[in-house]
């Protein structure tokens, strides 16, 4: 059992300046993501996307952005808890017990939901009976690629990982790469590569086509594919593989009887709290009158949510507004010398 | 201003008048109009705005999808040759009178 202050849900822009205005006011936190990597949707989605309205910084990347955050708040040395995910909330005696996915668990104070507009997880197929499959031969990632080996492996995408995965495992398996258009998202050497293998029957690659049924009496034997004008072929299968990037899914957040508008946690402006004490929602998750799913907004309800946990996490101590500037108590928080 | 139509999965119709220089996305969002997520707001960086457009003259009228919409299509639900991601889709007079369908689901 860990305690702390504030455990942080989402190591995203606006989870790591809490943390930081956390760390400010000498609070305590954890910080806890589904992603195996610090920066949430900025370096999820648009790790080399410039951004331009971050105050005072004209212009820098989603990559960027996430390395200026993970720098300011090195001082306080919060620990992260990364591929992992908050699962169940318990509240006693005015704390909260938090439990996550890998078994993780938190007594804690508050609890600031900075998470984005969900945990990221993989696109899956739309076949309904690819379910039946999900985890043993239909995969959406891959940890062990010795599985491959002889087999027919069925691709579908047309990103990095769909092209890296079939040119990897053309080494070794019998490998179809089904895209349903000509071009392809792919780093511009990958498709080269993709277009040689396929020229020269490494691979079998097929465009304009889509999933339409996967197909096995237990385990799974083939998979047919559609195209839009209505034709379609049967494929042998031992595995398919589906890379179609990720989606965003509010998951466990649901269930902590939160009140939810849409997929959107609403709280008061003055500390960002929900229906909840003690449960704070900051960033693109919560929203209020005038909400603006901007990083700026997100800053600004990271530093009032922090300010919101003081009170809780030290109930006998009066919270003092100071200057980074001016105060000798918070430039030791943040081992500055002067 | 443009009247638009969106038609649910479920055949379920809205209409509403959308001001010009808002999104065939916004202009669902602030009417509630169900069938459209948005999740990342407007910033092409995620699918789930993904609408069909079904009347082939229309498809062909819209302005021509930018660099990254496809790539993006490619991540969403069931995408076909006439998706387009809705908040790419600025309104203006030209878009009086579009329908899109929505997929299935967003997400």
């Known amino acids: ?338 | 201003m443009a009247k638009i139509k969106y038609i649910e999965f479920n055949g379920t119709e809205h209409e509403a008048d959308v001001a010009n220089g808002l999104s065939v996305m916004e202009g669902a969002i602030q009417n509630d109009i169900p069938g459209i997520d948005a999740d990342c707001g407007g910033g092409m960086s995620c699918a789930t705005c993904h609408v069909y457009i079904n009347d082939d003259e229309w498809f062909k009228k819209l302005p021509e999808k930018e660099m990254g919409e496809d790539d993006m299509l490619d991540q969403a639900f069931e995408p076909k040759s006439n998706s387009r991601l809705s908040c790419q889709l600025i309104v203006s007079e030209d878009l009086d009178g579009l329908t899109v369908h929505m997929p299935e689901k967003q997400v």
């Open chain 1, 1 to 338: 059992m860990i305690k702390t202050d504030v455990v942080i849900i989402g190591a995203g822009p606006t989870g790591l300046f809490c943390a930081h205005q956390l760390g400010i006011i000498g609070l305590k936190c954890e910080i806890v993501d589904n992603l195996d990597k610090i920066g949430g949707q900025c370096i999820e989605l648009y790790p080399d996307k410039p951004i331009y309205d971050i105050p005072a910084v004209p212009k820098c990347t989603g990559e960027e952005l996430t390395n200026n955050l993970i720098e300011q708040i090195k001082p306080f040395n919060f620990n992260f808890h990364l591929s992992d995910r908050v699962q169940e909330l318990k509240n006693e005696n005015n704390k909260w017990f938090v439990k996550t996915l890998n078994g993780k668990e938190f007594e804690t104070h508050n609890i600031v939901i900075a998470g984005g507009v969900g945990s990221f997880e993989p696109r899956k197929f739309p076949t309904k009976s690819a379910e039946k499959y999900d985890g043993k031969s239909v995969l959406y990632s891959i940890k062990d690629k010795t599985i491959f080996k002889d087999k027919s492996v069925v691709i579908f995408g047309g990103g990095d990982s769909a092209l890296d995965w079939a040119i990897e495992l053309s080494n070794s398996s019998k490998v179809t790469l089904v895209h349903r258009r000509d071009e392809f998202r792919g780093a511009p050497a990958s498709v080269q590569k993709i277009k040689e293998l396929s020229d020269n029957k490494t691979i079998d690659l097929i465009t304009k086509y889509s999933i339409k049924d996967v197909k096995g009496n237990g385990s799974l034997e083939s998979v047919e594919i559609k195209s839009e004008s209505g034709e379609s072929k049967v494929i042998k299968a031992d595995y398919v593989l589906g890379f179609f990037g990720l989606i965003m899914q509010l998951g466990p957040i649901a269930e902590w009887g939160l009140n939810l508008d849409r997929k959107t946690i609403p709280v008061n402006t003055e500390n960002f709290e929900t229906n909840k004490k003690g449960i704070f929602a900051i960033g693109d998750i919560c929203t209020y009158p005038g909400k603006l799913k901007l990083i700026l907004s997100g800053f600004h309800e990271g530093a009032l949510a922090a300010r919101g946990c003081f009170k809780y996490a030290r109930p006998d101590e009066k919270y003092r507004f100071e200057f980074t500037t001016a105060s000798s108590t918070i430039k030791d928080r943040l081992g500055v010398k002067e």
